[in-house]
């Protein structure tokens, strides 16, 4: 007979984001004095303390803040090898390019499957200790058959967010014959990975792939049941987001360079609904020095929010959203409470999931408990570990409340 109780009660909540405004407070729909039931790995009911249901158990959250997991929407966490030595010298004044991705994609074909999962693991574990409770990982340092599918088997032990990035940068074989490589992704590179994916992605950017052939990449996954996502806009301005409203992409993610169009082009679609996220890594910026996105234009047009870490050996090396939404207040100026709900919500919104990144009852029980009495604090002190615990699907996962 198990002992693992069916039901637990996270009581004694000083405020509970749920990002549900019919529920509490504000935009975030915040409880205070408020308590949470969890059942068979749902919300099965959150208000006021006085008013919670019995349960098999009991969490004393002694007056801290509960907040939906973070809904980390982009990152690479399937690599090998090690570009410590490229940060410094980009630091040193190198300007970032996008072939440092060749560095990369030479030590994950070189990697074995075990070492590959090995720093999944590791990253993993990594993210759920900083509150991430949804991962996206995306394929992209293979570009081979072979390596591509192996990169999509491994990213799908850790996780149902799975992205063919097949259209990463060209492969170093196919240096000479852009258009050859591009075959490969929407041919036997796609038949073999579309099985493992539930998303397809390119990089639309100048140095990796134009904007014909990045429609021609996604609608290829399209036909084989992927759904599109881009990266575009990252090193200067260009067609990424259009392509990505045009093909109907849950998100297009960087974003660090848009025109008045391009954030029209988003705030239209977000009316339209479900819409293109614009989904902003400010980690990138923070690790190639490059300009911050504008996030406030973005939002006082209306379009929709995401924040993500982005989560790579190269341009990004953090698993923290917590950090990402610190930058994203004192950088670009989103308020604590807007960044926030882009890492959960919008992080979700970015996904076309409504099952996480909120708390209200039928929704998964993923949460974090922060060691803080409000969320503000995820901005007021950054650096400064501000997670106590963290709950996937009902289960703890890190932590000890």
């Known amino acids: 007979m198990s002992t693992v109780p069916q039901s637990v009660l996270v009581d004694g909540i000083g405020t509970l984001v749920t990002n549900d405004p019919e529920l509490g407070e504000g935009p975030l729909g915040e409880i205070h004095d408020a308590a949470l039931a969890i059942d068979t790995g749902h919300v099965a009911w959150c208000g006021p ?28 966490v399937v690599f090998a090898g090690d570009r410590s030595n490229e940060f410094g010298a980009r630091m040193s004044g190198r300007p970032y390019e996008a072939g440092g991705i ?21 990253l993993v574990r990594e993210a759920h200790a900083q509150g991430t409770t949804t991962l996206e990982i995306k394929s992209g340092y293979g570009l081979t058959v072979a390596d591509e599918e192996r990169l999509l088997r491994t990213a799908a032990r850790f996780t149902e967010e799975v992205t063919f990035l097949g259209a990463h940068i060209v492969a170093p074989e196919y240096a ?48 084989r049941g992927l759904a599109p996502r881009v990266h575009g806009n990252q090193l200067g301005p260009g067609p990424g987001v259009r ?3 045009e093909c109907g992409a849950a998100s297009v993610d960087h974003c660090t360079y848009l025109s008045d169009a391009d954030v029209s082009a988003l705030a239209e679609s977000a009316a339209e609904g479900p819409g293109t996220v614009a989904t902003l890594l400010p980690g990138v910026d923070f690790s190639t020095r490059q300009p911050y996105p ?94 106590a615990a963290v709950w996937k699907d009902g289960e703890l996962v890190s932590g000890n409340p």
Do not use: K
């Open 49 to 76: 303390r006085g008013a919670a249901p019995g349960t098999d158990a009991r969490v004393d959250a002694a007056g801290r803040c509960v907040i939906p997991g973070f809904v980390d929407s982009h990152s690479h």
């Open 102 to 122: 060749r560095t990369t994609v030479a030590a994950t074909r070189a990697a074995t499957d075990t070492e590959l999962s090995d720093t999944a693991a590791s």
């Open 176 to 223: 000479g014959d852009p258009q050859g490589y591009a075959d490969l992704v929407t041919g036997a590179m796609l038949d073999a990975c579309a099985p493992h994916a539930r998303w397809i992605d390119v990089f639309c950017e100048d140095g990796a792939f134009d904007a014909e052939t990045a429609r021609r990449v996604l609608q290829a996954g399209q036909r």
């Open 243 to 245: 392509v990505a409203v």
């Open 294 to 387: 504008d996030a406030r234009a973005l939002l006082d047009a209306g379009a929709c929010v995401a924040l993500a870490s982005d989560c790579n050996p190269g341009s990004c090396f953090t698993s923290s959203v917590a950090f990402c939404i610190a930058m994203a207040v004192r950088e670009m100026r989103m308020s604590p409470e807007e960044a926030l709900w882009a890492a959960t919500a919008g992080g979700a919104r970015a996904l076309r999931r409504s099952d996480v990144g909120h708390l209200a009852p039928g929704a998964r029980a993923d949460l974090t408990l922060l060691a803080a009495p409000n969320p503000i604090y995820l901005a007021y002190r950054p650096g400064v570990p501000q997670v």
